[in-house]
Structure formats: C-alpha cells, structure tokens
C-alpha cells in the first residue's frame, strides 16, 4: 500500500482495511496501565484514532476521550460502534493532525494524548508533537506507539520510524520511557510540570 496523503484516500484505505485497526493486545494494556496510569475523569485525545477502539478501551478505563482522525469513513464506523452510554463520554473529531488543532481542544486542557500508530503518517512529526504537549496540562502524558521501520518489510517500512526517529521523540519534553512491544516501540512522554 502507498502512503495515504488525502482524506478520501484514508477513507478508502479504511474502507478496504490495508492494515488499519491494529489489534491491541494485553500486554500492551498491562504496560500501558503500568506507565500511563489511565483513570476516571481524565481527559484524553486518540490522535488518529481510526475505527475507534483504542477510544473504547480509554473510555472503559473512564476516561473523557475525543478520538481525532482525518477520514470520515473511519469515524462513521467508530460512531456506529458506540453505545448510548459512551456517547456521554465519548466523541469523535474529524480533523487532519497536519494542521493546527482542533478549536474545540484548548491548552493546558487536556491528561493525555494517544497516538498509535499515527506518527509515522503525519508530514511534520515534531510540529505535532509541540502541539500535543500544548494540550497537555502540567505533567501530562504522550503516549506515542509506532511500529519500528527497521523491523517490518520493505513493502511495509512507510508504516513505522526509522530509529533515529524513535530516538528523539523526547525532544521538548520533560520526560520519556521507552519500551518494546513487538515490532513496535511505545515512547510514553511527560509534559514538565512547570506550566508554560
């Protein structure tokens, strides 16, 4: 598959499910409770979100959650998956991470961003890693899982970041972990508390 670059080739690469909706496995959710610490009344973003269901599983951890995400299929498809119950705490955006954020996220707002899987799609990564520490209030999380571009295929090596890549995602931020899943890295970053 090549790089999706417009909406409506997301739409179609959702559409036709070329590796979208990747599967969450649970030792990804074991690590993530573990260096996230998802709770009750956080407010959080799934940048990227796709089809939704790594806004469902925040939204079971009870997380206020807007999953953000460019095409509109995936969001159709994420909307009919909710229930009437998650409907009070959970909502879509349909919005290209390339620009600006969304009006309706304001700084310092915001517990956590998530971005699985989206990083290695968006044309400026850095730009839209300072704007997620924006949203993020005081010692707020980014929570940033990618595949590894050195451990897929050749075919497949668009879909991930190269090492050096991965290596300075930490630029900025006032902290950072990083751990293995796989072929994919999990770098969980920290917003200094300091307030901007």
């Known amino acids: 598959m090549n790089v999706a670059r417009t909406a409506a080739e997301w739409d179609r690469v959702h559409t036709v499910g070329e590796g979208v909706g990747r599967m969450i496995s649970a030792e990804e959710l074991i690590k993530f409770r573990r260096f996230v610490g998802p709770g009750p009344g956080q407010v959080v973003i799934d940048a990227g979100c796709g089809k939704g269901a790594f806004s469902q599983q925040l939204w079971r951890y009870g997380c206020d959650v807007t999953g953000i995400d460019w095409s509109a299929e995936a969001l159709r498809r994420a909307r009919r998956a909710l229930s009437g119950g998650q409907k009070r705490r959970l909502r879509y955006l349909q919005h290209d991470l390339n620009t600006d954020g969304p009006p309706e996220v304001e700084s310092s707002s915001v517990d956590l961003v998530v971005c699985r899987f989206s990083l290695a799609h968006l044309g400026d990564r850095e730009r839209f890693l300072s704007q997620a520490r924006d949203w993020l209030k005081p ?37 950072a972990v990083r751990y293995g899943l796989g ?14």
Not at 148 to 169: C, D
Not at 183 to 196: G, Y
């Open 139 to 175: 010692g707020g999380i980014g929570y940033v899982m990618t595949f590894v571009r050195e451990k897929l295929p050749p075919r497949a090596a668009h879909a991930g970041l190269a090492e050096e890549e991965i290596a300075v995602l930490d630029r900025g931020w006032g902290s």
């Open 183 to 196: 072929r994919a890295a999990v770098v969980v970053l920290r917003r200094a508390d300091l307030a901007p």
